[in-house]
């Protein structure tokens, strides 16, 4: 990794730290109702890639405790997206419903597919 793309992933984490999203609130109860929806997802992610922040604000803002796999740091969680999703390619979300699973390769996408999973 070049030294320009280290200052520039230093400063991406760095403001997205400053301006942490505010989380809304709801009660335990609406709380669990919201986590039991998004079980079992997970989102593919580098710590550093911009695109993965707007993901990561988008769940922290919508109180979205999925689990995430750095696809960087863990080989293991490398070869899951390429296996499964068919690319190296962050961010990604895994989703599985009614026993088809899905690999969702854009933030955008993402951020909508998870509202309306929460939604529905
Ligand atoms: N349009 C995509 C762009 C995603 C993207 O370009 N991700 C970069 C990391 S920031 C990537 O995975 N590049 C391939 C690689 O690093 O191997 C999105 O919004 O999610």
């Not at 520039?8 to 301006?19: D, E, H, K, Q, T």
């Not at 039991?36 to 997970?42: H, L, P, S, Y």
């Not at 969680?77 to 961010?91: F, M, N, Q």
Request: hydrophobic share 40%; glycine share 4%.
């Amino acid at each position: 990794m070049s030294v320009i793309h280290k200052i520039l992933g230093a400063l991406i984490l760095f403001f997205n730290w400053v301006f942490t999203p505010r989380t809304i609130k709801r009660d335990a109860d609406a709380q669990a109702a919201i986590d039991e929806k998004i079980a079992g997802t997970i989102l593919y992610q580098y710590k550093a890639c911009p695109f993965c922040v707007k993901v990561r604000r988008s769940m922290k803002r919508n109180g979205l405790k999925l689990e995430t796999r750095d696809a960087k740091r863990s080989e293991a969680a490398r070869d899951e997206l390429i296996a499964g999703g068919g690319k190296l390619k962050v961010p990604c979300l895994r989703a599985e419903e009614a026993n088809e699973v899905r690999w969702i390769y854009d933030s955008s996408e993402i951020i909508e597919y998870l509202q309306k999973r929460i939604t529905a």
